[in-house]
């Protein structure tokens, strides 16, 4: 399958070599030029527990995309996915299958709007990556895939996928309910994301203090609230269990989420994508989540503050 | 008059000095040993525009307190302001006349609990001052002071009072309505305090972002729910108009509220009698007051990721 991945940053890297690995043909698309430049310089430096390797993969930029891919895997962060989706839009066609994998809500509305005639899939993933400098990154631990068509052209194809991506050793499965675990991954990310970047700690750090229930609490019981009047299964209880299972020092207590990360190197948030979706949801429902809007204007005016664009 | 000044802190200090000044008999009464050593051993070292000078005053530490007094000031922190009234109970009778002009709400309840048959008078201050260290207070700019009485024995005594405060060039004035001032007062800060606290920025930065207007609105709207509902005839204009104007970088933009002070110095904030005295207040009458709850508990939960108790 000739595949490309759109928005090559840490995640989309760590796609790109396992699906190179596997002897499939990948282009990265992404904006950085110097990431970009290494890459085919020198091919993408991986570190893993096992040691370094380098992979000879091709990279472009998004204005240079000329030729049409069968998968392009969307891998952008949620606010830069529709400007990337501008500059593909002239290679998509009906014999393309787009397949989002960036966190937050609305992505899928997003891709909508851009597609035309290619087919959509949308997914989430619990593998992880970090971006070590342009060309380098450091991949670590396992993780997984689930994914669903949106709008499917062909049964084949979505077959297809699954394989591809298993072949990489992705660990994909379909999923029969992908929208409910955007949701829970979007209610996870805007309570663990948005409070540890607010109050400047980690997640064990804020897991051990004492409002950190009913902190996180408040914010999903909107989340719940919205997705319930769009007809997405989401509970409380489904969320909470997963915020909770990672205070625990021993699973990823010491891990700064990436919207601190963000903060701390002066990089716009994803709080729109996040926290922030749910507050223009409720406002359009008219249901109202003050817990919500105040951490996305709390975000919005850490960034303003720090004077990040 | 014979005084003392309960809370030599920063304030404290400075209605010392000037009142020791006019020639008032002052003592200060203070739990800082070091600072109360300093004062007795050395004198209270003030700087002002105009050069240094040392004023021979007498501390004790409140478990020390002797004598009686006719009036004595409240200068406490409003955290610490019960303990100080334990402490001293015992040197309270008919003949003190108690004055409050710590910050926040709640304090006027708390006196209420421990004067016995004292006077209580209430009042709000826009002096201000800062401690430089032990037995050390830089004092620059002007005030005023607003004070009523809250139970008066004497009209003679409110007028006495009234009179040293001027005699010290305190620029004091009896309120007809200190309770609406006192609120004014409270909003104000929770707003400038609370938000410079949480978000680590000066009022300036806070003030020339996009949603500093909409976040201060947010948390004096239910503000002036609250007051309502107490018989309080707070405005959020009058609120929001203080606030706009310390925005001004040319007024008070380069300005670190106290809580942000006490964050950046380890030191647990007023929170609790500023946005969490509406919250409890909130519970009591069951009016919703969540853009508060939520500050109040992430200004907790600030305190505990920095371990202070």
Same mark, same amino acid.
């Given at each position: 399958?000739?595949?490309?991945?759109?928005? #090559?940053?840490?995640?989309?890297?760590?796609? &790109? *070599? =396992?699906?190179?690995?596997?002897?499939?043909?990948?282009?990265?698309?992404?904006?950085?030029?110097?990431?970009? %430049? @290494?890459?085919?310089? %020198?091919?993408?430096?991986?570190?893993?527990?096992?040691?370094?390797? @380098?992979?000879?993969?091709?990279?472009?930029?998004?204005?240079?995309?000329?030729?049409?891919?069968?998968?392009?895997?969307?891998? +952008?962060?949620?606010?830069?996915? /529709?400007?990337?989706?501008?500059?593909?839009?002239?290679?998509?066609?009906?014999?393309?299958?787009?397949?989002?994998?960036?966190?937050?809500?609305?992505?899928?509305?997003?891709?909508?709007?851009?597609?035309?005639?290619? !087919?959509?899939?949308?997914?989430?993933?619990?593998?992880?990556?970090?971006? /070590?400098?342009?060309?380098? $990154?450091?991949?670590?631990?396992?993780?997984?895939?689930?994914?669903?068509? $949106?709008?499917?052209?062909?049964?084949?194809?979505? +077959?297809?996928?699954?394989?591809?991506?298993?072949?990489?050793?992705?660990? #994909?499965?379909?999923?029969?309910?992908?929208?409910?675990?955007?949701?829970?991954? !979007?209610? *996870?990310?805007?309570?663990?994301?948005?409070?540890?970047?607010?109050?400047?700690?980690?997640?064990?750090?804020? &897991?051990?203090?004492?409002?950190?229930?009913?902190?996180?609490?408040?914010?999903?019981? /909107?989340?719940?609230?919205?997705?319930?009047? @769009?007809?997405? #299964?989401? +509970?409380?209880?489904?969320?909470? !269990?997963?915020? /909770?299972?990672?205070?625990?020092?021993?699973?990823?207590?010491?891990?700064?989420?990436?919207?601190?990360?963000?903060?701390?190197?002066?990089?716009?948030?994803?709080?729109?994508?996040?926290?922030?979706?749910?507050?223009? =949801?409720?406002?359009?429902?008219?249901?109202?989540?003050?817990?919500?809007?105040?951490?996305?204007?709390? =975000?919005?005016?850490?960034?303003?503050?720090?004077?990040? @664009?």
């Amino acid at each position: 399958m000739k595949i490309a991945i759109a928005g #090559a940053g840490a995640m989309g890297s760590r796609f &790109g *070599f =396992m699906l190179t690995e596997a002897g499939h043909s990948v282009t990265f698309i992404d904006p950085w030029n110097e990431h970009v %430049e @290494k890459i085919n310089q %020198e091919g993408l430096l991986v570190e893993t527990d096992a040691g370094s390797r @380098k992979y000879k993969i091709s990279a472009v930029l998004p204005d240079q995309v000329g030729s049409s891919y069968e998968l392009i895997i969307l891998f +952008t962060k949620a606010m830069q996915l /529709e400007g990337m989706l501008k500059q593909i839009q002239s290679i998509l066609s009906e014999d393309t299958a787009l397949l989002v994998l960036s966190n937050g809500l609305g992505n899928i509305e997003t891709i909508e709007e851009y597609a035309g005639q290619s !087919a959509i899939y949308a997914g989430v993933t619990l593998w992880s990556c970090e971006l /070590e400098g342009p060309g380098h $990154i450091r991949a670590t631990g396992s993780g997984n895939i689930e994914f669903q068509p $949106i709008k499917e052209k062909d049964a084949a194809v979505t +077959t297809e996928i699954l394989n591809v991506l298993n072949q990489a050793k992705l660990n #994909a499965e379909i999923s029969q309910n992908v929208l409910l675990s955007i949701w829970k991954k !979007a209610a *996870f990310n805007s309570v663990l994301n948005t409070y540890c970047a607010l109050l400047d700690c980690n997640v064990g750090q804020f &897991g051990s203090s004492n409002q950190a229930m009913a902190l996180s609490k408040a914010v999903v019981y /909107e989340f719940v609230q919205i997705a319930e009047a @769009k007809g997405i #299964a989401l +509970t409380a209880e489904m969320v909470l !269990a997963t915020v /909770e299972k990672v205070f625990d020092p021993d699973q990823s207590g010491d891990h700064f989420p990436s919207m601190h990360q963000d903060i701390a190197k002066r990089r716009k948030t994803e709080i729109d994508y996040l926290n922030g979706a749910v507050v223009k =949801m409720g406002e359009a429902l008219n249901i109202p989540v003050p817990v919500n809007h105040l951490l996305t204007a709390l =975000m919005h005016e850490k960034e303003d503050i720090l004077k990040i @664009k």
